[in-house]
């Protein structure tokens, strides 16, 4: 089982519409979650940290399951400039080492 | 966020020649930075973890003799690939935490541009 599990896509959605994504960890101890966005060729950005209690920034929602043991990002009102790999990615240890998801490839559709 | 720089952006260089990749953490103080190396298609993977004033600690399968790294201060680390080979051609990109200042963690990395390197 890979340690951080992502549907690969791509999930080719219209413009405005309501997207979400979901990832796995391996690891019950994992201290930190975050989703980072990968454009070709370039490097990760950070979206949002995502909390316990779950949180919001502006059209983007993340949850945490611990219980679970899954992540999950929600994209309302989609726009072209959302189309993007989303990465999931988990911090094990909780020493800043993070490992990642292989990404899920978004298009949005105008 | 805070802003990490890296330095060539991309590189092409011959079989067995040495090539050095700077990082540079602009608008905060990073005592670690962490090197990661990403294939085509494939996901970041974390080569070696680089910590200011002491010597660098490498994951599993990665050569520290052929990846060399240097944290000199508390701002810069480099990456040296020695006697690079084909093979290693790929994205290089570092990272460095920044504390979090509004959030529930302690921190949230960011990443340098990359370095793209072709070995010919």
């Known amino acids: 089982r890979k340690e951080v599990e992502q549907d690969p896509g791509p999930f080719n959605v219209p413009e405005g519409a309501t997207v979400a994504f979901n990832c796995t960890y391996s690891?019950?101890?994992?201290?930190?979650f975050f989703w980072y966005r990968q454009d070709c060729r370039k490097e990760p950005k950070l979206l949002m940290s995502?909390?316990?209690s779950g949180n919001e920034d502006g059209r983007f929602t993340a949850q945490l399951n611990r219980a679970s043991q899954y992540i999950s990002l929600l994209i309302r009102d989609s726009k072209l400039s959302d189309s993007a790999t989303y990465l999931c990615v988990v911090d094990m240890g909780g020493n800043e080492k993070l490992t990642f998801g292989t990404g899920t490839r978004l298009t949005i559709i105008p | 966020g805070a802003v990490v720089s890296q330095h060539p952006s991309w590189v092409i260089c011959k079989s067995g020649t040495s090539v050095k990749i700077e990082c540079r953490s602009l608008?905060?103080?990073?005592?670690?930075m962490f090197w990661y190396r990403q294939f085509p298609k494939q996901s970041l993977m974390l080569m070696a973890t680089s910590n200011e004033g002491s010597k660098a600690t490498y994951e599993q399968g990665v050569e520290k003799d052929k990846f060399l790294i240097n944290h000199a201060s508390l701002t810069l680390s480099t990456l040296t690939v020695t006697s690079a080979h084909p093979e290693d051609s790929s994205f290089y990109i570092c990272?460095?935490?920044?504390?979090?200042?509004?959030?529930?963690?302690?921190?949230?990395?960011?990443f340098g541009p990359g370095t793209r390197l072709t070995v010919t």
């Open positions: 608008d905060f103080q990073a005592t670690t």
């Open positions: 690891n019950s101890a994992s201290q930190s």
């Open positions: 995502v909390y316990s």
């Open positions: 990272s460095a935490s920044s504390p979090n200042r509004g959030g529930s963690y302690t921190y949230e990395q960011y």
